[in-house]
């Protein structure tokens, strides 16, 4: 952790602690504040909650919105349910593996594109969906699929 996201842990410990059930609100809040929540961050959260360092290891493996490195500069979130399924969304994901060499909760090798499923995106009608960096595409081809990753690595945002 940079001295940053350490000052970052120390006032929202202080926030939470005596809060009751702090351990999820301090994570988000964490996860909100930093970006991730770092394995280094488990022991002081652990000793101010006190509660065991594998409880929270724990909390923070359960939740898969809970992400334990840095993000990468761009998150794609595919939708993998059935209506994007049927619609797609497999074909996309392939593209994806021979695109960009990336599969599900991977990244791209230079940690530009990280590649997340999701189980709808509430856009059944409008599959296959596909949230990139929190905005929402429908509808998605292949060609619109590259013309969305060119979008990024051209401009270093979509
Ligand atoms: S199933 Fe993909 S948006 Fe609902």
Redesign the pocket.
């Known amino acids: 952790m940079t001295t940053q996201e350490q000052e970052i842990l120390s006032q929202l410990l202080q926030q939470y602690r005596d809060l009751p059930g702090a351990l999820l609100p301090l994570l988000h809040a964490i996860q909100d504040a930093i970006g991730h929540v770092s394995d280094d961050a488990v022991p002081a959260i652990a000793r101010t909650l006190n509660q065991s360092q594998a409880e929270v290891r724990g909390v923070i493996s359960f939740y898969h919105d809970f992400r334990t490195t840095p993000p990468a500069a761009h998150s794609l979130r595919l939708?993998r349910?059935?209506?994007?399924q049927s619609m797609g969304s497999e074909a996309l994901a392939a593209q994806l593996r021979a695109q960009l060499g990336v599969d599900d909760h991977g990244h791209t090798a230079d940690g530009q594109l990280e590649l997340r499923p999701v189980y709808?995106?509430?856009?059944?009608a409008c599959?296959?969906?596909l949230q990139l960096d929190g905005q929402l595409h429908a509808r998605v081809t292949p060609e619109k699929l590259s013309a969305l990753l060119a979008s990024c690595s051209k401009e270093g945002q979509c």
């Open positions: 939708c349910a059935e209506a994007c709808c995106l509430g856009a059944c599959a296959p969906a």
